[in-house]
Structure formats: C-alpha cells, structure tokens
C-alpha cells in the first residue's frame, strides 16, 4: 500500500539589517536530512554585525526550547550557503576556525563544562561529554570572534543539530534559521570652525538672529545723578583656545571737548568728569547691568568683571575664554558722570568690539 506524502509550504520574510543593527530575520523550520530528529522551535541567529567579510564578530543562537528529553552533549550549527535539499556549502570566507564561548550555554543541561570544537572552520561547535541531564527552558550559545562570509548583502542559512553523542552523533532535534550580511552604511559629518559674536541693545536669550538695536541713550548728564545704559554682546566658538573679544574707540566727545575715561578703572564718583563700563554681575552703585546668561564658560576680564568697578580703555581685551564654549550673553553697564564746568554739548562714543576666536 502507498503512502500518501503531503508536504507543507511555508513562507519566511528575512530582514537585512546595516550595520547599526545586529538581528536578523528567523528562517522556518525546513526538514532536515537527520533521521528519527524533532524539530527545534523559535529558532534565531543574531550577529553582532552584519558588515560582510568582518572579523571578531559574536554569533548568538537562541531557541525558546529544545523538544528533546535526552541529554545534549554536542551541538553543531553548520552555515551553508543553501538549505538541503540544494546542498550545504560553506559560504566564501566565513570562518569558525577562532570562535571561542562567550559565556556557558544556557538550557542545553549542564550549567557547565561546554567547550567550543573549532576544528571545522565552517560550523560553529560545542561539546560537554559529561552533560548528564536534559535541556530545559529556553536555549542560548553566543560565540565569540567568528568571521562572517564575504559576499554582502546576502542571505545565508544555519543548519542546527543536537547530538547525544559527544562526537556529533546521534541526532536529536533540527532546525535551521537564515541570516544576512549586509554592506556597512557610512554615515559623516563635517563640523567648520565657528565664531558666533552679536552686539546690540537687545537679544532673547543667546540668539544672535534676535539682536538689534545701536545706539544707547545716556540720557542728561548731571553732577548729582550718574547716567546709564545697556548694550548686550553675545559668543560662542568651537575654536580649541576659545575666543577674546577687544573694544576700540573714543571717550564721550563733543567737538574737543571730552569726557576723561576711566583707563585704570574706578569707581563711579559723581560730580567728576568719567565714562566707561563693565560686564559685572551686580553694579549697587550705580545699579546698572546684569549678570551674564547662557551656559558657556567666558567671563568679562582686563578689570572689567569688578561690580562697581568701571572702566574703558581703547584696545582692551574685554571679555575672554581659553577653550571651546556655549554661548554667553554679557550686558554691557555704561556710566556717565560729569563736573560743574563740563561744556554743554552732545556727546558721543563710536565703540567697535571685536571677537577673534582662536583655532
């Protein structure tokens, strides 16, 4: 009497991965050549990368459970470049010649004792003759330093096979899962030396594209009152020793007439001829200015950080930062004051500043 063969279809998807990306797409069970074997189920491959031709690389096979009740003493998972019934040839340039055990296998029996045979350069192997007892629970055998087939961006096939024998004899259970090598994906990015630098009267927060404003009213000057005002300078630079920043320019000054700057720096003293400025964090005396915002690292120096302590000489360094920093936002205070004979006039200062980041 003939005995009717059915065959079952079946229908797989595998994912090639760049790469970035170390997992690949589980190939179904197909029928292995072993007689009287069961079939493994849940059956992975993982690469570390998937990058053809690459040395080092990690293999994990994992299953959520091994059908057999007889203990395992060796496990071989041959790579082929085709599934049986198209024959098993070992893929160009993959190698199993070096592998090494990342850590003992889980769920195979014994929690110890598993050494790798790389005697066959085209299978990955483990072996514990002295494995007394039966797998249990999910399986799991990482192999290190394998080189992976050349050819990129194809799919190649494990075949997986547990032995009772400790010679790879005695087929218990079967299986087979497809991975893929793929060509490695280089991503790159170019970074230009940057200097960002903004003046003005007004800016939200450390965006330069918001600055505006240029010219700073003093107001009347007077021998009892110390006139103000604000202007704002904002930097950042990815230089290697940072960035400075100089201001140039003239006193207050009407036609010949002037008032003196505090080249040295001082204090402000009412009912005295003086003009200039600071950065500093907190000015009581006159109240004029604000602390520095932003999270970079610069900081006002040349004398010019000192609450209630102001100062202008053309030429000086006034804000400075040896290393690659965020953005700062520093409030310029102006002080003017002036005596009881100053001539009547208006008086004007054209101040330049001027950063220079340093590559």
Not at 147 to 155: C, D, G, S, V
Not at 282 to 295: D, H, M, Q, R
């Amino acid at each position: 009497m003939k005995k009717k063969t059915q065959t079952k279809h079946q229908i797989f998807t595998i994912t090639r991965a760049i790469i970035l990306a170390i997992t690949v797409g589980v190939f179904p069970f197909m029928n292995m050549v072993q007689a009287n074997a069961s079939p493994i189920t849940g059956r992975t491959i993982a690469l570390s990368s998937s990058a053809a031709d690459a040395s080092g690389i990690t293999y994990t096979f994992t299953s959520s459970a091994l059908p057999t009740a007889t203990a395992v003493k060796s496990v071989e998972i041959k790579m082929c470049d085709s599934l049986p019934p198209a024959g098993c040839v070992t893929p160009t340039n993959f190698s199993a010649s070096s592998s090494t055990l990342a850590s003992q296998p889980t769920g195979l029996g014994a929690a110890s004792g598993w050494t790798v045979d790389a005697t066959t350069a085209g299978s990955l192997r483990v072996i514990n003759g002295a494995n007394a007892t039966a797998p249990s629970g999910a399986v799991q055998i990482v192999w290190n330093t394998v080189h992976n087939p050349q050819a990129t961006n194809t799919t190649y096939y494990a075949l997986v096979t547990t032995y009772s024998g400790v010679g790879f004899t005695g087929a218990l259970d079967t299986g087979s899962a497809a991975y893929s090598t793929s060509t490695p994906v280089q991503v790159s990015l170019t970074v230009n030396e940057a200097l960002t630098f903004c003046t003005g009267t007004s800016i939200t927060g450390q965006n330069c594209g918001t600055a505006a404003g240029s010219q700073v009213n003093l107001g009347v000057g007077s021998t009892t009152t110390t006139a103000t005002g604000t202007s704002i300078i904002s930097a950042s630079t990815n230089g290697n020793t940072g960035y400075s920043v100089a201001v140039t320019g003239t006193t207050l000054t009407s036609g010949s007439n002037t008032i003196t700057a505090l080249t040295a720096g001082g204090a402000s003293s009412q009912g005295s001829k003086q003009f200039g400025f600071n950065m500093a964090d907190t000015n009581t005396t006159p109240a004029v200015g604000a602390a520095k915002s932003g999270t970079g690292t610069a900081a006002a120096s040349g004398g010019y950080g000192t609450n209630n302590s102001f100062k202008f000489n053309s030429g000086d360094t006034i804000i400075s930062v040896n290393a690659p920093t965020n953005s700062n936002t520093f409030t310029v205070g102006y002080i003017a004051n002036i005596d009881g004979i100053t001539p009547a006039g208006i008086y004007t200062s054209n101040l330049t500043y001027t950063a220079t980041a340093n590559f």
